[in-house]
């Protein structure tokens, strides 16, 4: 079955340490990848993408992901967390049209 | 100003009710989203309209009846709610790839 897996459900850090979340899809063929972000009883909101081109993506608050087509991975990174990224963090990937399938999400708990 | 508003933002009913829950969109998006996430905060699609189309209807109980008047709202109506219905119910909007998400609706079926 077609899947996006985040392997790490629960993630505790301290402030300044650096982060890297995994996500890895099953789906064969051209995707493209989001990943979202979910602060403590907020909406969804959407950190990077990536639909092509330098498989290294920006995005905002300092968050970085890599495409490895060959891994099937999508990894979130960040060099330094802050008290501030504590929240939960999903993974999609888009292969039809209008159809997004998202990851089980990772709750991130960053220490102060 | 909202790009996507979902109203209400709580909800608290008895098993049997019948409610709604409505979504507009101040994007000028073509689709639009219903989500549900469950407690343990997996999100699933449940349903899918573009230009008031349906185009996404997943495994989803027919009690839940999604109607878009026009294709900036898109609303969910669920009748005779169940114990298991209880989540938060996100609605989306998008153009181009990714989406703006609502700030959900937190339902709970007592």
């Known amino acids: 079955a077609q899947s996006v897996s985040q392997h790490n459900h629960h993630v505790i850090l301290s402030e300044a340490a650096s982060l890297e979340l995994g996500c890895n899809y099953s789906?064969?063929?051209?995707?493209?990848l989001f990943w979202y972000v979910q602060y403590p009883g907020q909406h969804l909101q959407l950190l990077l993408k990536?639909?092509?081109?330098?498989?290294l993506v920006k995005g905002i608050k300092g968050f970085e992901a890599e495409f490895i087509k060959s891994k099937f991975s999508f990894n979130l990174r960040k060099p330094s967390v802050q008290w501030s990224d504590t929240a939960e963090y999903f993974c999609?990937?888009?292969?039809?049209?209008?159809?997004?399938?998202f990851g089980t999400g990772t709750r991130l708990k960053v220490l102060a | 100003d909202t790009a996507v508003s979902q109203t209400p933002k709580y909800l608290v009913t008895q098993m049997g009710n019948d409610k709604s829950i409505k979504c507009e969109q101040n994007?000028?998006?073509?689709?639009m989203y219903w989500y549900k996430q469950d407690s343990k905060k997996f999100l699933k699609i449940m349903f899918s309209?573009?230009?008031?189309?349906?185009?996404i209807n997943e495994t989803v109980p027919n009690r839940f009846s999604p109607k878009s008047p026009d294709k900036a709202h898109l609303n969910l109506h669920i009748n005779s709610l169940e114990l298991g219905d209880s989540a938060v119910y996100f609605c989306?909007?998008?153009?181009?790839?990714?989406?703006?998400f609502g700030s959900g609706t937190r339902l709970t079926v007592v």
């Open positions: 999609a990937v888009n292969r039809e049209t209008y159809k997004y399938i």
């Open positions: 990536y639909f092509s081109g330098d498989p």
């Open positions: 994007l000028g998006h073509d689709t």
């Open positions: 309209y573009n230009n008031k189309e349906l185009i």
């Open positions: 789906y064969g063929g051209t995707v493209n």
């Open positions: 989306a909007s998008s153009q181009e790839n990714g989406y703006t």
